[in-house]
């Protein structure tokens, strides 16, 4: 792969000083405000159906705004033009010179010899924001911080190619607390293959990050965090529980190719595939962790088009760097067709493959199938299959989607009437609604419901034939779960979950955007007596016995312990442009209600038994009250 690399890399560069329209191909990060509103538009019927592929580049945020602005015949209201026309002043060329509002030095050159434009911004910015969280019943405090400071520089290289350089520099806290020592990655009592490579390991289990709301807090470093007392080589640390420095780069060069017919994008950031609602992907969701990654789209028509991509895979540190990382030696790949009826029906479809890094071009390729390539090399990867489909509902602004990700599922038609019970059944859905409010400025509520069976987005720990698997004295498969950075790449929560989501969100003036929302999430327990099989991205699924075994057999919310969290939460972001430095200030505040329920009988019997609320050590009752505040300047 090393000797493809550097051609496929310069074939991209040739083509991409190809002079052609003079616009910026870098991405907008996927996090950024700008996508909710164009999905209202979208929704509105103001501009063409947009990729189901992010983050967009720079200029496909600029075309898109033109399309709405050039549609809207009195649709959008006097505050969401004024938003609208903000975020295409944010975008457009600036002049060259200093700009204390942007944060940012514009500017502008020419090589010598062909006369080829360079230019672009060089520019910073930083972040303070503190969260705290009080528990009653056991009258804890816990705090957390995430606060960084920015340093980039994008910008184009003739016409046709953009590259962006960006440093963050993270000072954060996020305490964790160990809920137990001993969950089975396979189940309590399980027999190991070890000459097979099926080794059950007992793992410690923490809690979310305890000074934030659930799932919310994201890993802002690259491999390590390291305290301020022990800042060496040996002091490599895999998560902050009190104060540390983090460092992180997210790069990428990009541009397009045969008027614009094909984009593509070489670089590590974060990235959002088949979402059918901003953030709600099950496939590649924006909270994965970023990794290095080529990619690309062909779109010969508005209402066609197919993106492949292919990066590799890092490891996740729980020991130290080369221990940690020797099995951690994937790479993942991932194809999808789209295709759009106007603003009325999407449908896409695709294959994901998490495979061991060796020179394996069938992934690479585009025009062949993740998933049935599998079949012509020997079943040695991690495969899935997806489908997403979304749909506009009578009357104006309303929309409907569903979304199925199929992980390593087996499509037996003899197991049939038991698809609902075996655990070999690994996949997610999602169904939801979105429904635009006319009467309020961009505003918008939608409700989805969310479910990740057990063992989804897992995988048993292999040998391969082309890596050595002793180190150190211990024979150590290889990882190929569906995870980077031991992160999920698909859905934020962990298998053997559901999620109820209802949001109302709104941007009432021009600089201020807030939301409302309410969740309930349900997850089966990976920690004490009552823990349920397949309940942690660790978890491996027995290779012996899958259709016969009563330890592999599901019974949601009856077949062991599981935490019920109930989260209401309230947010807030508003610009301050009062001054000549514009502040973003932010925060948000709510309640998480926590508890457990039990069964009345054994955990993973394979039989259904009756729940009921309980509240012991192992499983205890909490209710917390959670306060973030912060402000940003010039990110």
Known sequence: ????????????????????????????????????????????????????VRPYSQKQVLDAIDMILSRDTGILSGTERDIIQKAYRTYQKHETGLDWRRGNYTFQLYTPKKKIPFGGDIGIGTQISFSGAYYTGIDDFEWGADNKISAYTNGDVGDHFSYRFHFLGHITRAPRGLLGEDYHTYYDGFTDEPDE???????????QPLAFFPYTYRKTWDGFVVFPGDISATGLRNWPDEMAIAPMILSELSGTLLGEVLTWRFGRLRREWGAMSVGRSLIFNEAAQPFVALEATFSPFSWLSFSALTGVLEYFNDEDLKSSAWTFQNAFSIEMLEINFKNNFHFDIGSTAVWAKRFELGYIFPLKNNFLYQDSIGDFDNMGLFVNLRGKLPGEGKILWFSFFADEIDPDINQISQFFQLDRKMYAFQGGVRAVIPQLPFSSISLSY??????????????????????????????????????????????????????????????????????????????????????????????????????????????????????????????????????????????????????????????????????????????????????????
């Open 1 to 52: 792969m090393r000797n493809v690399g550097p051609l496929l890399f310069g074939f991209v560069l040739f083509g991409a000083l190809v002079p052609l329209g003079a616009q910026s191909h870098v991405s907008v990060p996927v996090d950024h405000e700008i996508y909710y509103v164009l999905e209202m538009a979208q929704i509105r019927g103001l501009c063409d159906p947009l990729p189901a």
């Open 197 to 207: 490579g099926y080794i059950d390991q007992t793992i410690r289990t923490y809690s």
């Open 450 to 635: 969310t479910k990740i069976e057990p063992y989804t987005y897992t995988h048993n720990r292999i040998f391969v034939p082309w890596y050595n698997n002793e180190y150190d004295g211990k024979t150590m498969p290889m990882e190929t779960a569906y995870l980077n950075n031991g992160e999920s790449l698909g859905y934020y929560l962990p298998p053997n979950s559901d999620e109820l989501l209802l949001r109302f969100q709104t941007m009432p003036w021009v600089n201020t955007l807030s939301f409302f929302q309410y969740q309930m999430i349900r997850h089966g327990a990976d920690h004490g007596p009552q823990a349920v099989d397949g309940s942690s991205f660790a978890s491996e699924l027995d290779p012996r016995g899958r259709n016969s075994k009563d330890v592999l057999k599901k019974f949601f919310l009856k077949d062991g312990a599981y935490e019920w969290q109930h989260i209401i939460m309230v947010g807030a972001e508003h610009t301050l442009e009062r001054f000549s430095v514009p502040i973003k200030v932010f925060g948000s505040f709510g309640v998480v209600v926590s508890y457990y329920t039990g069964i009345d009988g054994p955990a993973n019997s394979g039989k259904a038994f009756s729940y009921s609320v309980i509240d012991t050590p192992s499983y205890p009752k909490s209710t917390g009250i959670i306060l973030t505040l912060g402000f940003r300047i010039y990110m």
